[in-house]
């Protein structure tokens, strides 16, 4: 493979961070838009807090796996290796199905309001824990070689 398309595995975790919040951030735009849009009860927002919840919760383990097999890298990787392969599947049914029910407008405004946000917000945090990891990479690289 040429060389100009693989970075150091520290690298990685930054593309990996990147990415997420670039993700997020548009999720997350959609769900505000949709807010705008619909009558805004207080239990909707807490929808969202949970959707945000049970998704935080899954890509938290996510980013520590994913981190976990980055670390395990040799030190250049093509840069798309910051996901692999089951990461990349998820990623493509996700976005795909957002886009093709929105599309067909199966679910109102109010769902996408509450879920968007949520989920949103959920990938954003995601993304900043792999940022954070890319800033810690010295001190997790340590503790994954004891």
Same mark, same amino acid.
């Given at each position: 493979?040429?060389?100009?398309?693989?970075?150091?595995?520290?690298?990685?975790?930054?593309?990996?961070?990147?990415?997420?919040?670039?993700?997020?951030?548009?999720?997350?735009?959609?769900?505000?838009?949709?807010?705008?849009?619909?009558?805004?009860?207080?239990?909707?927002?807490?929808?969202?807090?949970?959707?945000?919840?049970?998704?935080?919760?899954?890509?938290?383990?996510?980013?520590?796996?994913? *981190?976990?097999?980055? &670390?395990?890298?040799?030190?250049?990787?093509?840069?798309? +290796?910051?996901?692999? @392969? $089951?990461?990349? =599947?998820?990623?493509?049914?996700?976005?795909?199905?957002?886009?093709?029910?929105?599309?067909?407008?199966?679910?109102?405004?109010?769902?996408?309001?509450?879920?968007?946000?949520?989920?949103?917000?959920?990938? *954003?945090?995601?993304? &900043?824990?792999?940022?954070?990891?890319?800033?810690?990479? +010295?001190?997790?690289? @340590? $503790?994954?070689? =004891?």
């Amino acid at each position: 493979m040429k060389k100009m398309y693989k970075v150091k595995k520290r690298n990685l975790l930054l593309i990996a961070g990147l990415v997420w919040i670039i993700a997020g951030f548009n999720v997350t735009r959609l769900g505000i838009i949709s807010y705008k849009i619909i009558d805004r009860k207080w239990y909707l927002y807490l929808f969202s807090l949970i959707i945000f919840l049970i998704f935080g919760s899954m890509f938290y383990k996510m980013t520590k796996k994913h *981190t976990k097999r980055i &670390l395990g890298y040799e030190d250049y990787k093509p840069f798309w +290796n910051f996901f692999d @392969k $089951k990461a990349y =599947l998820i990623m493509v049914f996700m976005m795909g199905g957002g886009i093709g029910f929105r599309a067909m407008k199966i679910f109102p405004d109010i769902f996408i309001g509450f879920f968007y946000t949520g989920l949103g917000l959920a990938l *954003t945090f995601s993304g &900043l824990i792999f940022i954070n990891n890319f800033f810690k990479y +010295n001190k997790l690289f @340590k $503790k994954e070689s =004891l």
